[in-house]
């Protein structure tokens, strides 16, 4: 195994040294995100850093983090009761809820027009893979006594994850010599659908879209 990496290693090390043009780049942006998911819909605004290996002109490899505030929405609920003596046999309540994930995603990124060394303008897409980490903390009104009513999402703090497919189109422009300035609009979408109780929409869910504004820098 130590062989390989070395090669591995001398290998990738002699693609930059040999590079004619510049081989990384830097970007970093913040935006406004949007959870579109019926029953779960807030705004939230959030921090992206994207690191850029280009592989051609054209064509390269991202990898990035991503980190967004809280979002607030409200469900509005029925407990049932477990017992046919349970009176009352139903209790309407309010579920509030707080949502924030953290984002990390790898991919390929294509430009269609222009390239990583910008001369006027570019515009590229993206694709990829992602790791959703999510925390959610909900909070009923009123407090429902779970011994005796059955409730469809759970009071208090969890942690969540998802996979997703990680999808964008960006707009770029040229700034200065090793300077440009991008816009692009971005889509988390979950592959997976692991169970949450403290989540009351699970399937294909979180949905997350976001438009982002930022400046990336060419080394």
């Not at 591995?8 to 990384?24: E, G, T, V, W």
């Not at 309407?92 to 707080?98: R, S, T």
């Not at 189109?169 to 816009?183: C, F, P, R």
């Not at 889509?187 to 699970?202: E, G, H, K, W």
Request: glycine content about 8%; charged content about 15%.
């Amino acid at each position: 195994m130590r062989p390989c990496l070395i090669i591995f290693f001398f290998y990738f090390s002699s693609i930059i040294l040999s590079a004619q043009k510049p081989f990384f780049s830097l970007a970093t942006d913040l935006g406004i995100q949007r959870s579109f998911k019926k029953d779960q819909r807030y705004w939230a605004v959030g921090h992206t850093v994207n690191a850029h290996f280009h592989v051609t002109q054209k064509q390269g490899i991202y990898a990035g983090f991503a980190y967004f505030s809280p979002g607030n929405y409200k469900n509005f609920l029925t407990a049932s009761a477990k017992s046919p003596g349970t009176n009352p046999q139903q209790i309407a309540y309010q579920n509030d809820a707080i949502m924030r994930f953290k984002q990390l995603s790898i991919g390929w990124k294509q430009y269609l027009r222009g390239g990583s060394e910008l001369k006027d303008w570019g515009l590229y897409g993206t694709a990829g893979f992602g790791l959703m980490l999510g925390r959610i903390e909900n909070s009923h009104s009123p407090n429902i006594d779970t011994s005796q009513y059955n409730i469809p999402v759970h009071s208090g703090k969890a942690n969540f994850k998802r996979l997703t497919l990680d999808l964008a189109v960006g707009y770029e422009v040229q700034m200065g010599a090793d300077i440009s300035l991008y816009t692009e609009g971005r889509a988390f979408i979950p592959t997976t659908d692991y169970p949450s109780n403290f989540l009351f929409v699970n399937d294909n869910a979180p949905f997350m879209a976001s438009f982002v504004a930022g400046m990336r820098f060419l080394f």
